[in-house]
């Protein structure tokens, strides 16, 4: 793990480490490569890629429609956000109308979302500063959130509520009450959450003035989501370009000088930022139900195949974003009377934020290396190799093992 | 950097007038109805050629500090368009415009001037188009590959559509693993078509006609290694 730069050895002490691909600030792979100067980070460098599955590819050789669910896919926890940036890019260029009700669902789930993804990255920050027993109470209350989207949508992960031109699913009146009183119950305990991450000395001490990323390295770096604006750029796309029910509500992007006084760009910085846009959500969603547009149509096209046939007569190019809980989700498609995507590019939030990691980390210690790391909430996706490793013997389970295994495991659940 | 917002048009109007009336390919601005109160979200679309390609991207810094979201690649045939979308006016509500500048560089001379000496943040998303469309950013601070790994072959670039673009043999199609040779030669056949005749099929449970049935059909039951479970 550890080798001698070589020829500076004599002079100096730096030495160069490898942290990675798997490593324990994250569950996924990614390789940092440092050079030291005894416990102190002299320059950092990454190395993403480990878990690229060509999704873009594999998109523009599928239908419009089955590349939603792909989408879908990109991501495990921010599935509404990739899945509502693609369905607004074919809606630009297709002139599909969404229905009122949508709008709505759309903003709700992508809400509920946003507090899950919130809360998970705050107990991962936890656990990496080794406060273990606020990462369970965190999660304890992150699991009411997967209750509550599973309730709604049928699936705790990978929501499959949206499609193009609106939702698959509505959210019924009769559905409300159990949102709500979920809603109560965040609202309680996120007093208790924000007084133990915000006032608790371990936390502020470890976290204050650590991993910083200033103003202006934001802008040059193009820093988006929570990373950007706990360094004092008030950049988000619900303010200032609003989609779905966000142009019917005050949405301010949330950065640490409201409730500080004062912008240090830290991971305590971050911490502040996602916490209040914790309590930003629940607000939000709330909101959202109160003003629910009556019943009505929540697809502009309900039989697939017409909707095909409109997306094969639509040419154009179109941009759809939406602000996922790390940041701002960019899809770049452009049709030609086609059923398949002619271009499709995808920019994920971490994508914009890897950058912002080597002024984070470069003259930072080695034990803080961890939280820094993870105080982007960076997601780099699934890996696509998996090692058992039991007693003496090594068992490579390749793609194609894995997929074997799924298919008899499906087969399983279907037969009994 | 001045603190007026402008609008699709202007900002249109300004870039123009630095970069030259002549060195445009096609311009127009867009406007779409955004969520239940169509709020009108703006952009603005440039083609420009190659040479004012930098002095327009320079031109942003004019009216804000631009946000580089992402550089777009399509391969257009002989020619490979790269699309660089920028927002102004962020951090101002419903004021936010969105600016692409795309420029296209011929697959016999594809280069094209980094601008991460304007937004150092540009990097990344430069070095990606380098290894997925083979355009080479000319003044590139850090050349090496990203999310490509190191054995993956030169001279072939995932999203070109030619003979550069991902080969047959590289693309893993994990649905054959383990399928019986005559489901993987052909797409299932129309709904009319007669069954397969019984001795044409192998012995075992593989005498099923329906082809829904064959396409759902699950691999042989017993796994070539035995890992999983025991």
Known sequence: MIASTGKDSAITSAYMAQIGPSHPALKEPVMFTFELDGERVVSADFAPGMAHRGVEWAGTRRNAIQTLYLAERICGICGITHSVSYARAIEQIAGIEVPARAHYIRSIVGELERIHSHLLWAGVAA????????????????????????????NRVHYGIMQIGGANRD?????????????????????????????????????????????????????VGPTARASGVAKDVRQDHPYAAYADVEVKAITPDQF?????????????????????????????????????????????????????????????????????????????????????????????NYMPWIPMLEGEQIADIPIIVASIDPC??????VAFVRGDRKDIVTKEDLHRMSVAKQRKIQHG | MTTAILNSEEILAHIVKVAGEESMVDTRV???????????????????????????????????????????????????????????????????????????????????????????????????????????????????????????????????????????????????????????????????APAPKPEETPAGDANAPAPEAAKEDPPADKPAQGGEGS
């Open chain 1, 127 to 154: 656990h990496e500063l080794g406060f273990d027993s606020l990462f369970f109470l965190t999660w304890k209350v992150r699991e009411r959130v997967m209750d509550v989207l599973e309730y709604l949508c049928g």
């Open chain 1, 171 to 223: 959210i019924t009146p009769d559905q409300y009450p159990t949102v709500l009183e979920a809603l109560d119950y965040f609202e309680q305990h996120f007093g208790q959450l924000a007084k133990l991450f915000l006032e608790d000395d371990s936390i502020r001490i470890r976290c204050r003035d650590c991993g910083v990323l200033t103003k202006q390295e934001a802008l040059e770096l193009c820093a």
């Open chain 1, 260 to 352: 500080t006084g004062e912008v240090h760009g830290d991971v305590f910085d971050r911490i502040i930022v996602r916490l209040y846009e914790v309590k930003q959500s629940i607000d939000l969603t709330r909101i959202f139900i109160e003003n629910m547009p009556p019943a009505g149509p929540i697809l502009a096209e309900e039989k697939m195949p017409k909707l095909l046939a409109l997306i094969r007569k639509a040419e154009g190019e179109a941009i759809g974003r939406h602000e996922a809980p790390r940041g701002e989700v960019l899809h770049y498609l452009k049709l030609n009377k086609n059923v398949q995507p002619e271009v499709w590019k995808v920019r994920a939030p971490s994508y914009n």
């Open chain 1, 380 to 385: 780099i996706s699934c890996c696509d190799r």
């Open chain 2, 30 to 192: 867009a406007a779409w109805p955004e969520g239940t109160k169509g709020v009108m979200s703006h952009s603005v679309w440039i083609r420009i050629k190659r040479e004012r390609f930098k002095v327009a991207v320079r031109s942003l810094f004019d009216l804000d500090y631009p946000h580089m979201a992402v550089i777009s690649g399509a391969d257009l045939g002989d020619d490979i368009e790269l699309l660089y979308h920028f927002y102004l006016f962020y951090g101002h509500r419903h004021k936010e415009v969105l600016v692409t500048i795309a420029v296209s560089v011929p697959k016999t001379d594809p280069t094209i001037p980094t601008i991460s000496d304007l937004i150092p943040g540009a990097l990344i998303s430069e070095r990606e188009k380098q290894e997925m469309l083979g355009v080479v950013v000319t003044d590139i601070p850090d050349s090496r590959r990203i999310f490509l790994p190191e054995d993956f072959p030169e001279g072939v670039y995932p999203w070109r559509k030619d003979e550069t673009g991902i080969p047959e043999d590289m693309i893993k199609q994990l649905w054959k693993v383990g399928r019986p040779q005559e489901l993987l030669e052909d797409p299932p056949p129309p709904k009319k």
